[in-house]
């Protein structure tokens, strides 16, 4: 079946330092994956997504996030992290066949000191 | 482009009332998407329809629930008899093909 973990469900870094929030999948085929972040009280935004070609995907607020097929992840980083990131990040898998239907992780709400 | 709409924003009723949240999905896309978001489980998908035809609707959580998307600019979500666990922020999704799902800003639901 179809999956998607996020290892993580709180994670607290100090302004500047750098961040790393973990996803892994469970897919048969090959996927599509994205990541969302949701601040509070509002929807999902699209931070990057992958499809295909270059494993490393470049998005907005300075995001990036590598694909791994070998190890069947998909981790988003960021060198330096600031106050306003402080959100939930969403990771989700969706197909190549089908409906654009997508599978969302649990989520990992962060948090950011001063 | 004004992006999914949803409304309205916030809803607060009693116990078995009727609820209904309204969805306009960004023009061209050929996929909606309705989710329920709560603290407990998450996030939900509760039914997806592609070209106005329900898909899935696997997630709806009983015969209380009900959707419908009468053309490509509107769907909605109906709640009949509401209850206090159906407290939520309910989210709509549009998207076109395989490519990323765009979220309204949801309707918090409150049931008293």
């Known amino acids: 079946a179809q999956s998607v973990t996020q290892p993580d469900i709180h994670i607290t870094v100090s302004e500047g330092a750098s961040l790393e929030l973990r996803c892994n999948y469970s897919?048969?085929?090959?996927?599509?994956l994205f990541w969302y972040v949701q601040s509070p009280g509002q929807g999902l935004q699209l931070l990057l997504k992958?499809?295909?070609?270059?494993?490393l995907v470049q998005g907005i607020k300075g995001f990036e996030a590598e694909f791994k097929r070998s190890q069947s992840s998909f981790n988003l980083r960021k060198p330096s992290v600031h106050w306003s990131d402080a959100a939930e990040y969403f990771c989700?898998?969706?197909?190549?066949?089908?409906?654009?239907?997508?599978?969302f992780g649990a989520g990992t709400r962060l948090a950011v000191h001063p | 482009d004004a992006g999914v709409i949803q409304s309205p924003r916030h809803e607060v009723t009693e116990m078995g009332q009727e609820v209904t949240l309204r969805c306009k999905p960004i023009?061209?896309?050929?996929?909606l998407f309705w989710y329920r978001q709560t603290m407990m489980r998450g996030l939900e998908l509760l039914i997806y329809?592609?070209?106005?035809?329900?898909?899935?609707d696997s997630g709806m959580p009983e015969d209380r629930f009900s959707a419908k998307m009468p053309n490509a600019s509107f769907s909605t979500l109906k709640i009949q008899p509401s209850e206090p666990r159906d407290s939520a922020v309910y989210f709509c999704?549009?998207?076109?093909?395989?490519?990323?799902?765009?979220f309204g800003p949801g309707t918090r639901l409150t049931v008293l």
């Open positions: 999704a549009s998207s076109w093909g395989h490519n990323e799902q765009f």
């Open positions: 897919y048969g085929a090959t996927p599509y």
């Open positions: 992958y499809f295909s070609g270059d494993t």
């Open positions: 989700a898998v969706g197909g190549t066949g089908g409906y654009n239907k997508l599978i």
């Open positions: 023009s061209g896309h050929n996929s």
């Open positions: 329809f592609n070209n106005n035809v329900p898909i899935d």
